[in-house]
């Protein structure tokens, strides 16, 4: 049970600060509590954990306008923040975490200006189909967040600009460019903007969890600075990309994969995972169970069915057996 509602509010738009405090945050915080964590980047684009910081991103453009590239801790696909979204992000103990009931918040939020929300897919959250938020989530030591965007008033053309969708994404999705399937929230209630949006969270996660929210100060950088050298690393948000050999990668229900292969001597030296699968502890794992295996379909594809429990592992053993290595 939450016995304790704390709301912090970022006076930043830097991204690496806000990335460093919601770590800072999640070490900190303790069980029976929950983190409200309202904040918000300027110009600048975020990929997931395991993503390819090449191939996602349109780098000249990022270069060319100065816009921020970062990593996050969470899995999912790349966004494009500015001052016209707001970030939200739901911290606590794992005996509390529950998405549904987080994800109501933002309804409840919604709803008290009338707008017709709807939850979509394994993470959006939309109006008349069209999508406005999309969350991912990050687990640590029996602790969990959920955060999520928020589209009110954004430039939505900049998504193009500075994201690069997989051809497969926008084919599955039967559209032909990233703004065709998003809205801002001011669409539909014009006179809404990002404070009377953060005022209308608060109120509601009080109505959710029947408490009154405590304000906590914003951490200052040098209690983030172990965070903060993170996310400012370059091996941290360029990743690992070693020369490859041979490389599969298919779109499933769960998101998107690429498996790229260094062979060596006809075993497998390197293994490198790129998704957008909201499971990256998984997608982490598999790296582990097929390095040093023998480079052939047939092994690489009964390693990963000693984990056939799960569905991503399945997909993923079909997809390499279907190579025929």
């Known amino acids: 049970m939450i016995k304790r509602l704390i709301t912090v509010i970022s006076p930043e738009f830097r991204p690496k600060d806000n990335l460093a405090a919601e770590a800072f945050l999640l070490d900190e915080i303790q069980k029976g509590e929950m983190i409200l964590y309202l904040w918000q980047n300027d110009n600048t684009a975020v990929i997931g954990r395991n993503q390819n910081y090449y191939s996602e991103l349109k780098l000249m453009n990022i270069a060319r306008d100065h816009v921020s590239a970062v990593r996050r801790r969470s899995g999912g696909g790349a966004v494009y923040h500015d001052l016209g979204n707001l970030n939200y992000t739901f911290i606590t103990d794992d005996a509390n975490y529950d998405v549904r009931r987080q994800s109501n918040v933002i309804v409840k939020a919604l709803q008290k200006r009338s707008i017709p929300v709807e939850v979509s897919g394994r993470n959006d959250l939309t109006v008349n189909g069209k999508k406005f938020s999309g969350n991912a989530y990050y687990r640590h030591k029996g602790f969990s967040y959920h955060h999520g965007t928020l589209l009110i008033s954004s430039d939505l053309s900049k998504m193009g600009e500075y994201l690069n ?107 490198t995972v790129w998704s957008d699968s909201m499971e990256p502890d998984l997608i982490d794992q598999i790296p582990v169970l097929l390095e040093g295996c023998e480079f052939s379909s047939e092994e690489l594809y009964e390693k990963l069915m000693s984990h056939a429990d799960n569905l991503i592992y399945r997909d993923i053993a079909a997809l390499i057996k279907e190579q025929g290595y």
């Open 165 to 271: 969708p997989g051809n497969e994404k926008m084919h599955s999705n039967g559209v032909k460019s990233v703004a065709a399937r998003v809205m801002n929230l001011n669409e539909i209630d014009p006179a809404l903007n990002v404070e009377i949006m953060k005022k209308l969270i608060i109120e509601a996660a009080q109505e959710e969890y029947g408490l009154t929210a405590e304000s906590r100060e914003y951490p200052d950088r040098s209690e983030t600075k172990k965070h903060y050298r993170l996310f400012d690393s370059d091996d941290w948000i360029k990743g690992e990309n070693p020369p490859f050999d041979t490389l599969c990668e298919s779109r499933f229900a769960w998101g998107g994969v690429r498996v790229e292969f260094k062979v060596d001597h006809g075993m497998v030296k390197d293994c």
